[in-house]
């Protein structure tokens, strides 16, 4: 079956750096998405990997190994503003997206 | 950029009714449309996903008769969902697919939907 997994949830400080796992087990593998969304609201996209290593894009960056079905999501300089749950999602061979449950971050002052 | 309008943004309606949700691409032609379900501290679940012109294809567990799509134009797909219960109150967004680019996809606003 296919399969993504991120922590439920993960608690930070207000200007510290937090980052965010995500396993995945799919039918192929067509590109990695990290979305934010904030309560009541719909995703909005914050970064995407088809290719191993890091994009960086302000403050924050995605990190990409096919190999080990592993990616990550690196926010610096941590921002109240930054509470929000953050969701893993893999395109598979057929061009779905595949959605994990999503992060709650909690960014404490 | 690609924005979908998504409308509205918040509907209470009875038991029994039906409500019909609007998604429409803006500045872009979005021959896929995705209808995702929201249900609180969940991610999203994919209900069907519908191409202009052809018949929705919903995923395993979701009633066609029930959650009624229509994608008429390239700039517009509704979903209805009829008979509304409760348990159908949830979070409803559409979401389009774009062509090139890497971003992929951009999601309408979202609908909250309760049933009372």
């Known amino acids: 079956g296919q399969n993504i997994d991120q922590p439920t949830e993960m608690t930070a400080t207000e200007g510290a750096i937090v980052q965010i796992n995500c396993t995945y087990q799919t039918s192929g593998f067509n590109g990695l998405f990290w979305y934010q969304q904030h309560a009541g609201e719909a995703p909005t996209f914050l970064s995407y990997n088809v290719l191993d290593g890091l994009e960086e894009k302000g403050r924050f960056s995605s990190f990409l190994s096919r190999s080990k079905g592993y990616s990550y999501l690196l926010l610096k300089e941590l921002q109240m503003k930054d509470s929000a749950s953050y969701l893993c999602?893999?395109?598979?061979?057929?061009?779905?997206?595949?959605w994990g449950a999503g992060t709650k971050l909690i960014i404490k002052p | 950029g690609a924005v979908v309008s998504q409308h509205p943004s918040r509907v209470i309606c009875k038991s029994g009714t039906s409500v019909k949700i609007e998604c429409r691409s803006l500045?872009?032609?979005?021959?896929?449309m995705f209808w995702y379900r929201q249900f609180p501290k969940q991610s999203l679940m994919l209900m069907a996903t519908s191409n202009e012109g052809s018949k929705a294809t919903y995923e395993q567990g979701v009633e066609k008769d029930k959650f009624l799509i229509n994608h008429a134009s390239l700039t517009l797909s509704t979903l209805t969902v009829t008979s509304a219960h409760p348990e159908d109150s949830s979070f409803y967004i559409c979401?389009?697919?774009?062509?090139?680019?890497?971003?992929?996809?951009?999601f309408g606003s979202g609908t909250r939907l309760t049933v009372v």
């Open positions: 999602a893999v395109r598979d061979s057929n061009y779905q997206l595949i």
């Open positions: 979401s389009a697919r774009l062509a090139g680019g890497n971003y992929g996809y951009t």
């Open positions: 500045d872009f032609q979005a021959t896929t």
